[in-house]
């Protein structure tokens, strides 16, 4: 049985600078995987694309803290 994969796995914690800003990013982040783990009579392939998109999605807004 797989087992299912938390928000942490898609997002981490890293946060070198302990920002807040950083760490605000990705709980809301953390907080819209675990919305879309929670719906029911899903498709599990959008479901991954959705997670891809909001991991991309993190990744771009915290590089763009630095840029």
Sequence with gaps: MQQKMTPE???GSF???D???ITEIKQKA???IL???RLEN???RRKAIAY???EEATMMAVKS???
Excluded: P
């Design 52 to 54: 891809t998109h909001i």
């Design 9 to 11: 796995d898609f997002i």
């Design 15 to 17: 946060n070198s600078n």
């Design 65 to 67: 803290i630095f840029s």
């Design 42 to 44: 899903t498709d599990n």
């Design 30 to 32: 953390k907080d819209l």
């Design 19 to 21: 920002r807040e800003d």
């Design 35 to 37: 919305a879309i783990q």
